[in-house]
């Protein structure tokens, strides 16, 4: 078969794209989603290891242990891999369905994409925040799980920030940018799958000023994944803003 009607597919058998409606053609991603590829990769990615987080925090309450509370962010990032591993990956999903490909355009452009995203994102919540008058102070709780992770020692603390900035990231971007992304993609057009998932991005981080910020986020995660057709680039963007949001955190618990 011609180059022009198959190519290789991440199991290594050529698809035939004259089969192919010509709308599915034009979707970021190869790999279909399904809704209950939905529903298990957000109770495997944010629900099941928000109640880890809570139970952990719960547990050092009851006993007074508060070094307990060191191993929250930790203990929900094992769980939502897990749990993902065996929602997405069990069921016959690759690396390559999950988005992790080699990009459509060179990625040296994320050099000035992603920082410029950023920063356009960050202003905007402090001009939006400022009218609406949001209070800026996070209650996110991985900042009392990293200040306790702070008295446990530097491993506690390498642990913590690596799971806050690359682990759950990953995880994150699999979920909204590849299978929330790509389900609302397919039903309703590029347009409406950036902005639902990144809405839904943002209200999972509960507290106001961090919604606004992180579905700004997410506004430029979806279209770099868009324009990239690969979750690296959104990857490299999420990445920044948690590595980012961590250090200052950090150099303010010092």
């Not at 139970?55 to 006993?63: M, Q, T």
């Not at 070094?67 to 929250?72: D, K, N, P, T, V």
């Not at 690596?162 to 389900?183: D, K, Q, S, Y």
């Not at 919604?211 to 999420?238: D, N, P």
Request: hydrophobic share 60%.
């Amino acid at each position: 078969m011609s180059d022009s009607t198959s190519t290789p597919m991440a199991s290594g058998v050529p698809v035939d794209y004259s089969s192919i409606p010509d709308a599915d053609r034009q979707h970021t991603f190869s790999r279909r989603v399904v809704g209950l590829d939905v529903i298990l990769a957000f109770l495997s990615v944010v629900l099941v290891p928000g109640l880890a987080a809570v139970l952990v925090i719960v547990a050092g309450a009851i006993f007074e242990q508060q070094w307990l509370y060191g191993f929250a962010v930790p203990a929900a990032t094992v769980v939502a891999f897990g749990g993902l591993w065996v929602a997405i990956l069990r069921r016959g999903w690759s690396r390559r369905d999950l988005g992790f490909v080699r990009a459509g355009r060179s990625l040296w452009h994320l050099l000035w994409e992603v920082p410029l995203v950023w920063v356009a994102a960050l202003a905007l919540t402090v001009w939006v925040g400022t009218l609406a008058g949001l209070d800026p102070a996070s209650n996110d709780p991985s900042t009392s799980s990293s200040a306790v992770a702070l008295s446990l020692g530097v491993g506690a603390v390498l642990v913590t920030a690596a799971c806050v900035t690359f682990v759950m990231p990953a995880l994150e971007e699999i979920l909204f940018r590849r299978v929330l992304f790509g389900w609302l993609e397919q039903r309703f057009g590029v347009t409406l799958a950036v902005v639902g998932s990144a809405l839904a991005f943002g209200v999972v981080h509960i507290a106001p000023p961090a919604i606004l910020l992180q579905f700004l986020i997410g506004l430029g995660a979806a279209t770099l994944v868009r324009a990239h057709r690969t979750l690296w680039a959104s990857l490299a963007l999420h990445a920044l803003n948690n590595g980012i949001v961590t250090a200052g955190m950090l150099v303010l618990l010092l």
